[in-house]
């Protein structure tokens, strides 16, 4: 039974991904320092799995603390990196916050993965590296755009530190996985998203709005160049995106990679509107959603929707959930946490 580190693993995709790591067998360590989490989360993936992963509250900025972690954890056989911040507004307000958060922890634990026997390395990076993307659907080999915000900039750069690492040091294997829109819950309605204040994302602003927290969803424009006029996105269903992480886990473990650093675009293929997204919430929880037209959010694409060719491929992973499964665990997940 393999070891695997997740940091950030009780977070919304690192605490799916436990999930997933412990069906399939492995031996899950978490570390996460709680600072956008809640402890209760390792209850629902107990319940869930009926495992409880090793646990540990440890901030990663504390590079001694991150040492004397691994010295106690030499028979680590792969990481699965997610802790980091990613609120894209809060990152234009404290970029140093951002650049500590995201970018020095990655250094020392990267310093750390390169001293153990067997370096693998799951990289939790966003399509957000595409920026404002030309072509669509977006390949890995699109350009990689100016960061559009700190955020942004440090997942291009923490992609950059992987790969300039792994060609030099020669038993470090990495794969950065770029995820298009997650969303949705478990389906047990055990663990899902857990956001602190007003959502900034469509999906938990709606179901929100349902569950009567906000008053009205604002559609953020309806004058683009789209078939409805409303921003088209690949929305992925949070368990597929987990899964995701395992199989390219088992890909570095099983020396089937093609080079020690790759990347794959994690999402459907499919782009749906704001209003699309609206609808099927509608769809499957028979409710009426309160929403206005209001006017464009700055900062935002027209679409941005996956090429998943080469992960289809080369990982044999496809995302399997709809967008009406997704928006159906995202409700349960709402009303569970809502007592409603
Ligand atoms: C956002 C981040 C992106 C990050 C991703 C991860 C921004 C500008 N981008 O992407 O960097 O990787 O989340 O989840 O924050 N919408 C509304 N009303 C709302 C909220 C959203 O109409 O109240 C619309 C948006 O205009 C957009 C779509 O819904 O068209 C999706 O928005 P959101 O969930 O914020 O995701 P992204 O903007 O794609």
Redesign the pocket.
């Known amino acids: 039974m393999d070891k695997i580190l997740v940091t950030g693993g009780l977070g919304f995709i690192g605490s799916h991904t436990v999930v997933e790591l412990q069906n399939e067998g492995f031996e899950v360590v978490v570390i996460d320092d709680l600072s956008n989490s809640s402890i209760d989360v390792l209850h629902g993936i107990t319940s869930i799995t009926g495992k409880t992963p090793i646990f540990e509250k440890l901030d990663l900025k504390d590079k001694s603390k991150v040492k004397k972690f691994f010295k106690a954890h030499q028979d680590i056989k792969g990481v699965i990196h997610f802790a980091a911040s990613?609120a894209?507004?809060e990152s234009v307000q404290k970029p140093l916050m951002y650049y500590e958060n995201n970018i020095n922890t990655l250094v020392y634990v990267l310093h750390e993965v390169c001293n153990l026997l067997e370096a693998n390395v799951i990289f939790s990076s966003?399509?957000?590296v595409y920026g404002q993307a030309d072509v669509m659907p977006i390949t890995e080999d699109a350009p990689i755009k100016p960061a559009e915000?700190p955020?942004?900039n440090t997942k291009q750069i923490g992609e950059e530190i992987i790969r300039d690492t792994c060609n030099v040091v020669q038993s470090l294997k990495a794969i950065s996985l770029r995820y298009f829109?997650?969303i949705g819950a478990h389906p047990s309605a055990k663990i899902g998203e857990l956001p602190i204040g007003v959502p900034?994302?469509?999906?938990p602003?709606i179901t929100q709005t349902a569950a009567g927290l906000r008053d009205c969803?604002?559609?953020?424009?309806d004058d683009y160049p789209t078939a409805d006029g409303?921003?088209i996105?690949d929305y992925i269903h949070v368990v597929d995106l987990a899964k995701a992480h395992v199989v390219a886990l088992q890909r570095l473990l099983k020396g089937q990679n093609k080079s020690n650093y790759e990347t794959f675009n994690v999402g459907t293929g499919v782009g749906s509107s704001?209003l699309e997204v609206i609808q099927s919430f509608e769809r499957v929880t028979g409710l009426s959603l309160n929403y206005k037209i209001a006017p464009r959010?700055e900062?935002?694409v027209t679409q941005?929707y996956a090429d998943t060719t080469k992960a289809n491929l080369e990982l044999g992973w496809r995302a399997k959930s709809t967008l009406d499964d997704a928006m159906k665990s995202a409700w349960l997940w709402e009303k569970h946490i809502r007592n409603l």
């Open positions: 990613k894209v507004g966003s399509c957000t915000s955020y942004g829109n997650p900034q994302n469509l999906v602003f969803l604002s559609v953020f424009g409303t921003c996105r704001v959010r900062g935002d941005a």
